[in-house]
C-alpha cells in the first residue's frame, strides 16, 4: 500500500474495556493539551469517566478542546454533562449543531463521524468506539464489539493536522476567533517502533473516496485471504466488484457482518447482495451475540485498517470518518485472531443452499428495504457515481476499462 510511514508503535484496544482505561491514562498524563473529535459522548458510566479525567487535565492547566457532532450529541448528550464541561474550562464545540426540519436533506446526513483523539501531539487514539458505555445499548446484554488503537509515531503530524483543519472551520462556522494556533504545539514525530501506517480521512472535498479506495486497493493486491467485519455494510458497485474479483482470484473472503436487526432498512436492504456474493464463493459470517459496531479488515495477516468508517452510503459520500491503515504481521495477525474468535463464538455462517430457500416475504422486505434506501439517497443527494443505482452492463464495462486505466 502506498503512502505507508514508518516509525510506529500502534497498540490494539478491543472494546471500551481497553479503551477507556487507556484513554483516561493518558488523558492524566497530558501535560499541555488535549483535542477530542467524536460522534458521540454519552451520559453515562463510560462517559462521566471520560469527562472527569478531561476536568481533571483542565484543573492541571492543560487546554480540553472537545468536538461532537450535533446530531450525536441531540441524541446522547445531556445538557447536564456538557454543562459540567463547559463550566470546568473544557472548551466545547458542536459539529452542525442545527438539524434541519427536512428529514431527508443531505446536509442533515453530512456528520462529523471520526473518533479521534490526540494528547500533546505525542499520543492518538483512532477507531469505532464513541464516548459511549459499551452496554449502553438497550435489550441486549453482551457488550458491543468494538475497536481502536492508540498509536505513537510519524502520522501523528497528520492527525494533528486534520484535527485543527476540522476544528477551525467549526469555530469560523460558529463565527469564533480561532485562539488555539498560539498555544497549540506540534506533533512529535520521531520514529518510536517499526510499524509502518498511515492515516486516511473521508471529507467532501479532495478526499471524497480515499477510505473507499484504500480498501478497494488493499483488495486488488490480496493474495490469499480478506476478512472484514462491518457494522452497517451496504456497498457500492465498484467495492462489490473488488471483493468479487478477489473470490474469483482463490482469495479466501469473509464478510462479518451485524446479524441483530438495529436499522431495518439497512439491515433487510444488504440482503439482496447476499446471493450474488455467496455465489462468487465469499464466505458471510452473521454476528448475533451482541451488536457488532466495528469496522475493521485485515488482508492476507499483513494489512489491517481499524477506524470509524462503515462500508456504506453513509461513511463513504457524507461523513468526515477517518480509518488507520497499518502494515505489519504482529499486529494484523493480532486482529485476525480476535476476529477468528469472534466468529467461532458468536457469528453464524449463511449458507448458499439456505439463502435461495428463504420465504418469500423475506425477499419481498429486502426488495422493498433497497428501493426505499436507494430513494433515500437520490433525495438527499447521494453520488450516483459510487455505483449505488443500477448500472447497465455497458456502464459497468465502461467503468471496468476505467478503473483498469487509473491506479489507485
Known sequence: MRNLVPGHAIHLLRGGNDFFPALIRAFDAAQHEIWLETYIFADDVSGQAV????????????????LIDGWGARLYLSKALAQKLTSAGVD????????????????????????LCHIDGKVAFIGGINIIDDMNTPGHTPPRIDFAVR???????EIVRTMRRVRALVELSHLHNITFEKDALPAVTEAVGTIRANLVVRNNLKQRHAIERAYRAALGRARNEA????????????FQKALIAAAQRGVKVTLLLQGRVEYKIMHYAVRTLYEKFLDAGIEIQEYHRSFLHAKVAVIDGQVATIGSSNIDPYSFLMAREANVFIHDAGFAGQLRGVLLELIADGAKPVSASHWRQRSLMTRLLSVLALGTLRLIMAVTGADPENGWFPMSREAQEARGRQESEVRD
Not at 92 to 115: D, I, S, W
Not at 151 to 157: D, R, S, T
Not at 227 to 238: E, L, S
Open 51 to 66: 469527562a472527569d479525567a478531561l476536568i481533571r487535565a483542565v484543573q492541571r492547566g492543560v487546554n480540553v478542546r472537545v
Open 92 to 115: 466545547l464545540l458542536l459539529y452542525r449543531p442545527e438539524v434541519e426540519n427536512q428529514p431527508f436533506h443531505f446536509r442533515r446526513l453530512r456528520r462529523l463521524h471520526r473518533k
Open 151 to 157: 498509536v505513537e509515531g510519524p502520522i501523528l503530524a
Open 227 to 238: 476478512i472484514i467485519a462491518c457494522a452497517y455494510f451496504f456497498p457500492g458497485w465498484r
